[in-house]
Every structure is written in structure tokens, then in C-alpha cells.
């Protein structure tokens, strides 16, 4: 094996009808042992200007497991054989390439919005991939995402005071945490760790 | 904790076409799974030396109980009289099922993946939200389904219900008819493979056209 092939999501919601998959043979004398896929990417734009680089901290799909750009390349070739596809996190909110439009989950902080500052935004921000992670949006739209589950229990260590407000939100009826899934389907790693809090979140349901 | 009805087979009943139903109360799905109950419950099972089939017991008792190689010991002992050759079988893995797989490939059937095999089932959302339950259920039969797949098996009684009894409601739901598709139990499709045929086969909603 010399080289592998990387099946890109391409999309650009201003011109496309419909999104596709476009194959690009990676040699594997350019990359090492310690080269991520947002590495890997790179290649890629220096074969198609018109490839849009996605930020280096994004997250993607490839088999339906959520992954972050910094992964290994030789693991996700070792996992996934030498031809997989790499798709937007989320296909239906994609906006260029394998950048997706992220209003709905910047939204959903406005609830939080009495209760923190800006310095626990940026804090949330790094939890968009389990936002899109699971499937759980196509049936409820109004859901929170599991990040906001991860966020919420953060700020309980944060703002003990304020722990009534907090677990009003995680626990409502409409969008609370009732809804969300197991994420093991989706992560391609660490999903014990974020079921684990999910689970300890449960628990609090009685003595809020 | 809900109760729920648990097919308890003891496998040498099972290949003499003999089986009942008991009430296990088991955590139902694997976000709340602790180690302390499970145990507790397989420990009640053993004392009425019946072997239990939810796989999710059974892979906890390949991981932490001593007996454990009894159960496995079954599964592998069973002998094939009907092989599986040229069927593509899905298989739903809610819970995981290896010790089923490695059964399946003794078998000859064809193993298909699917996207969903490894999502909830929804009946967890059965209590507040029926909609979404089915839409969920609905979502993993039909994509067994359309991967070519000529049944679907299940390894657990829930998932069972979910997608047999309430085929109905999954059909209404996904606008799509599937009737000419089944569900096979985990342990039917041990019984088939060894000779047997299961007098519960015409309990099935959707018909089992296999036989």
C-alpha cells in the first residue's frame, strides 16, 4: 500500500443542490507517524485550491463516529481501511465543505446566559461536536444537546448557589435531558466519560 | 428501574422446544447500567439454575461471574443441523452481542452491517413520548431493511417488543410498509439453526416467512 484515498464532504450551501464525495489519493510518503487528519487536509488543499480548510479545532464524522481533527491519521487508517469518507458533523446544517452553520447551538447558551459570563462561553463552545453528535435533533428540534448537559454539570462545580437554575434547564420537560441517547454509536472515543455525567446529572432529578 | 419481561432461556430447554416466561426486573438500557444490580439479579437467576438469554446478562457474566463459561460453554456446544447459508442476516446491538456473532458465523449467514445497528431502540421514550420512540424504532428496522438484510435479530426481549409487537405503529409512523420483513429472537435463531421449530414463531407480528 502506497497510498490511501480520502473521500471529502463537499458542499457549499450558496451554489450546491446536493452535497458529494470527492476522492483524494493521499501518498503515504507525505505523511508520518504523528500526522492528524487536519494534516492530511492540508494535502488536500495543496491538490484543490478550492477545498475550504476547515479551523484546526473543528470536529468531523467518518462512519458516523464524531471525531476530532487532531486524531491520527495511521489510526483512522488502521480503523477504517484505506478508503473512508469524511463528512460535515452534521450533513443537513453544512455550510461550506466540512464547515457547518453552528446558530442553533450558539442559541441554546442563551438560557445559560443569567447564570455565567463570557469566560464559561468559550468554555461552552468547546462542546459543540456533542451537540451535533447524536441523532436525537431529527425527531425534537427544541432538544438542548448533550453538550449543554456536559456545560451544565461544569457550572454546578462552578456556581453551587445557583444550582436550582441549572438543573431547571437540564431537567425540562420539552428539551431536557429525558431525550438524550446513549452516545456510544457516535464517539469515536470517550463516550463513557460523557455518559458518566449524564448519568450522574440523572440522579440529581429527586433532590434538586 | 422498570419491570420488564425477560425471555429466560435455559438453552437445553430451548432445544426441546420448551421454554417460559419469567419477570426479571433488569436496568433497562445501558445509560444507566450498574455493575452491583446486574449482579445481584443474575445471582437470583442462577439460584432457579436457569441460564439467562438477554445477552446483556450474559456479557456481563462473561466478564465478571465464575459460571459464566457454563453459558458459553451452551451456546458453543449446540449443534447446527440447519445452516443459515445465503441468508444476509442483520443483527441489532443495542446491547453488546459477541458471543451471538461468533454463533452466527458458525452458521454460514451472511453478517450485513447497518448504520444504526448499535443506536437505542427508543422504548426508554415509550413513557413520555411515543412519537419519538417509534420514529427511533422505525429508523433501525427499516435500515436493516434496506441494506438487503432478509431478517433482523435481536438479542434482547425489549428490543424484541419494540420493533415486532409495535410494527404496527412503526409502519404507521414511517410512512413505509415493512411487512415483508421479520424479527427473529436471538434464541429462535439458535432453535432454527439446531432443527427446532419454535412454537412462538406464530406469536410474531410480522410474519415469519422463513418456515
Redesign the interface.
Known sequence: MRSFILRVFRFDASRDYEFYYKPYEINLKDINDSSTLYYVLGLVKQQDRYFNMPDCNEFVRIENKVLSLNTNINELIKKFGNDFCVSAIDLKRAKLDLMCDDSDFIKVFDYFKNICNADDYKDYLTYKFLYYASDIREYNDEFLGDSAFVFANKLLEKYPNKRKDILDIVFDKEKGIEYSVSLKPFLYSDYEKYEEIKNSLKHQKEIR | MITLINDDFNFSNLLKGDYRKTYVKTPS????YKADEYKKEFDSCLGEMNLICDTSILDYAKKNYKNASCVIQDLQNIEIKNDFNGFNVAVYRGFTIDLFLHFLKKTKAKLINY??????NGFR?LD??K??AY??AA?IVLDAYDSGADFLVVGDSLSFKMFDTLSGELQKVSNRDFSDFYILHMAEFIALANGNIPASLKEHKLKVSLV
Open positions: 438500557f445501558m445509560s444507566e448504520e444504526t445497528q448499535e443506536f437505542e421514550f413520555f413520548d412519537q419519538v420514529k427511533k429508523k
